[in-house]
Nanobody
Framework: QVHLVESGGGLVQAGASLTLSCAAS?????MGWFRQAPGRERESVGS???????DYAESVKGRFTISRDNTKNMAYLQMNSLRPEDTAVYYC??????????WGQGTQVTVSS
């Protein structure tokens, strides 16, 4: 069992930057970030493999960057040029095999206009 803990959420103004962190209790393979806004389904923001292969949702490409430090079992989500529509609870997740098996508790990001 792997536990994930996110941190770094908060309230920012549009155009600002924010970095989320995810601490894993053990070694994991692919890590990802998801978000869920009120009244909407959870959506993928992006993911990163242990070998640092990344992919991103179209809505965040060019603004968000995912990175990780395998030595510390950490993943990060650097968010730039934030927009009000980025407001959501952001979740860190990790795969076991091909399934997103492990999830964090989520951290709120609110972007004011």
């Amino acid at each position: 069992q792997v536990h994930l803990v996110e941190s770094g959420g908060g309230l920012v103004q549009a155009g600002a930057s924010l970095t989320l962190s995810c601490a894993a209790s053990g070694s994991v393979t692919t890590m990802g970030w998801f978000r869920q806004a009120p009244g909407r389904e959870r959506e993928s923001v992006g993911s990163i493999t242990r070998g640092a292969v990344r992919d991103y949702a179209e809505s965040v490409k060019g603004r968000f960057t995912i990175s990780r430090d395998n030595t510390k079992n950490m993943a990060y989500l650097q968010m730039n040029s934030l927009r009000p529509e980025d407001t959501a609870v952001y979740y860190c997740a990790a795969k076991r095999g091909s399934t997103w098996q492990y999830w964090g508790q989520g951290t709120q990001v609110t972007v004011s206009s």
